[in-house]
Structure formats: C-alpha cells, structure tokens
C-alpha cells in the first residue's frame, strides 16, 4: 500500500500551508507531491516559498511558478507583481528547478493543467462566465496519447476524481491556498468551491485498486484575508473569507 498526499494551488497562503502539513503529521503518508502555483498571490510569497524549500516533497512548476521565473511582467497580474517583488534570488532558483510534468512509480504522471499546458484546464470547459466538467470525450482527447494509469493535476481549484473507461483516474486536489477566483483568460470567468477551507487529497494505491480522499482543513482564513487587505488586493480578501467570487 502506498499513500501519496496531493497538494496543489498554494499561492502564498501561509497559514493555509501550515494547516495542511500540521494536518499530514497525524496521517500516514508516503509521500507528498505539489503541483505547482505555489508562491504567486497577495500574502505571503517569500516566507511560504521558505517552508516549501524545506519539505522533502516532489514538486512540479505552475503556470504563476514559470512567470515568475521568466519574470515575463506582460503576463503578470498584481500578485505575481507582488511575489515578484518579494521572492529571493534563491528562492527564484528553486522555482526555477522545477519541472513542468515528472512521472512517479512508473506509472503516474503529476503536471498542473494539461500535460501538454500549465494554463489549460484538463476536465473543465468554460461557459456562461463560470467552469463545468467537460464531456468525457473532450478529456479523453485531451489525454490521447497517454497510457499511465492515474493523473495527478492541478490549476482549476476544483477537486475531482475522475475514472475513464480505459481504466485512467485523474485527481485534481483543489487548491490549499485560493478557495476561489477570477479569471479574464482565456474568456472571464469565476472559480468557486463555496468553502474558505485549505483543501488536498490522499491518494491510496494497494495493487491495482486506488481511493481518493479528499480533506478539508479549517484555517485562519480572516487572517489571510487581511493580509490581503493590506496588499490592496480586497477582492482577494472576499475569496479567502467565503470561498465564492460574488
């Protein structure tokens, strides 16, 4: 049996952060794995980039984690602004090591969107200014070409646990760190889960069978709120407070 913890979608939620591992030490777990956006946000880039570098977790980069590495300013919103501000030359290193896509226990493969883009969302399409599941044949097109078995992504903030007839799982934990959002690419859209919980998932493989558990972990969400505040990002605040847009 082997239990790998899931977290993705950070974005500089310390406390948020420090909930989720607090709440990993009273499980048994494997192996933990983080599939990127992981410093990028109005709160607290630096200090959460710190305790990330200290974890022995295995990581992939997001699509904030590539921007801020290319320091590509006419991609950036105000919080990558504002991690880009703040991150250490280091800290811009460690960002920087880390891949795009790996491949774990020969047979699952961790990426944050697609496998093929950061910034695209894998079991999601867009309409009416909001996010749904996409048809099971859009997804399977979207995998084409691709036999491992279980996928491990993020991005969309959504937690999932999607099983295709080929026998191929997809996970998606949801986010630690942003509850929910607004997005202008590639159309504005909203994000939401309805909860200001820090959330991710264990993932439990015994021979050919694997469970989802999906966890919900309480924090100071009012604090990261403020922090927010304090950065002039108050719509951000409303995210972390209810986990809904409007």
Same mark, same amino acid.
């Given at each position: 049996?082997?239990?790998? +913890? ?12 420090? +909930? ?38 295995? %990581? ?22 504002? +991690? ?14 880390? !891949?795009?896509?790996?491949?774990? @226990?020969?047979?699952?493969? @961790? ?9 695209? %969302? ?23 070409? %691709? ?36 997005? !202008?690419?590639?159309? !504005? ?10 959330? %991710? ?46």
């Amino acid at each position: 049996m082997t239990r790998i +913890a899931i977290l993705s979608d950070i974005h500089g939620n310390l406390p948020a952060l420090e +909930a989720v591992i607090s709440d990993l030490q009273t499980r048994p777990i494997d192996m933990t794995v983080a599939l990127g956006d992981l410093v990028s946000g109005p709160l607290w880039p630096a200090e959460t980039a710190d305790l990330l570098m200290r974890q022995t977790w295995i %990581y992939v980069a997001g699509n904030h984690d590539r921007q801020l590495v290319r320091k590509d300013a006419a991609t950036f919103g105000p919080t990558d602004e504002l +991690a880009n501000a703040v991150i250490t030359p280091s800290q811009r290193d460690w960002l920087r090591s880390l !891949p795009p896509s790996r491949t774990i @226990l020969g047979d699952i493969v @961790l990426f944050h969107g697609t496998p093929v883009d950061d910034t695209g %969302y894998l079991t999601e399409d867009i309409g009416h200014g909001r996010v749904h599941l996409s048809a099971r044949k859009d997804i399977e097109n979207r995998l084409r070409g %691709y036999t491992q078995r279980v996928f491990l992504c993020g991005h969309t903030h959504i937690p999932r646990d999607i099983r295709l007839p080929s026998g191929q799982m997809i996970v998606n934990p949801g986010s630690v760190g942003l509850p929910a959002y607004f997005d !202008p690419h590639p159309e !504005p859209h909203i994000v939401e889960t309805g909860s200001p919980d820090a959330r %991710y998932a264990i993932l439990t493989i015994t021979g050919e069978s694997t469970q989802v558990d999906f966890i919900s972990v309480p924090y100071d969400c009012e604090k990261a709120a403020e922090r927010a505040r304090v950065n002039h990002q108050p719509y951000c605040a409303t995210w972390l407070q209810t986990g809904f847009v409007e």
